[in-house]
């Protein structure tokens, strides 16, 4: 089975820190991919890779940056936390490279709280 | 806006009796999925159907698609309290690039 996990389940960070969430898959995939969850807007893509070294953005990259320096590994980084940052993050990732479309297996969650 | 609308946005029903959400799209797709969230969890594919396909059945999972009316519907037949769960529709563009997600409906099984 597919494995996506995250580095931490529940976070608590203060204002102007620098966060930084770990994703992980041991499928060998080529997308990865992070959401924001929050109540009433559904999940929303922050950025996605196709490929090692590779980014894209999402629809709400503001504020937050990714890497991948490893094809099992998509790091998101919340460069100065603001209160706003405080969400529900989930990292995805799938099978075939490219832009096709597929289904996404998903970690458990980070639960990101900023005061 | 989402690619992918669902409705209702909250679903109450006994044990036993059928589930319907039906989610609405905007643009052109390649296909449109089905995840199941549990409280607090991550999301569950639960399945795919492709933009030539009309129906298709996964157990108790029946899922329809009518690319005229930009639409899908999911049907969970004698539903169980374990069905408790938020339920997302996700949509592909045209291109096949990545998947937006709707806001899901939230279904509760009564026992």
């Known amino acids: 089975d597919v494995k996506v996990t995250q580095s931490s389940r529940y976070l608590v960070k203060r204002t102007g820190e620098k966060v930084f969430l770990e994703c992980v898959q041991d499928?060998?995939?080529?997308?990865m991919f992070w959401y924001r969850q929050d109540p009433g807007l559904g999940l929303r893509l922050i950025y996605f890779s196709y490929d090692v070294k590779m980014k894209e953005k999402g629809d709400i990259p503001e504020g937050y940056s990714v890497s991948r320096e490893k094809k099992e590994r998509f790091s998101l980084i919340l460069e100065s936390a603001s209160t706003n940052q405080t969400s529900m993050y989930l990292c995805?990732?799938?099978?075939?490279?490219?832009?096709?479309?597929?289904?996404?297996?998903f970690g458990p969650g980070t639960r990101l709280t900023v005061l | 806006s989402q690619q992918g609308e669902e409705d209702p946005q909250a679903l109450s029903i006994q044990e036993g009796e059928n589930a319907t959400m039906n989610c609405s799209y905007k643009t052109s797709i390649n296909n449109l999925q089905w995840y199941r969230q549990n409280s607090g969890r991550g999301l569950v594919h639960l399945i795919l159907i492709r933009s030539n396909e009309r129906e298709k059945h996964s157990g108790r999972l029946r899922v329809t698609l009518d690319t005229s009316k930009k639409s899908s519907s999911l049907l969970i037949t004698a539903s169980r309290a374990a069905d408790t769960a938020s339920y997302f529709c996700?949509?592909?563009?045209?291109?096949?690039?990545?998947?937006?997600f709707g806001e899901g409906t939230q279904l509760t099984v009564n026992p």
């Open positions: 995805a990732s799938s099978f075939y490279p490219g832009p096709h479309s597929n289904e996404q297996f």
């Open positions: 499928m060998d995939h080529e997308n």
């Open positions: 996700a949509t592909d563009g045209a291109s096949g690039s990545r998947l937006t």
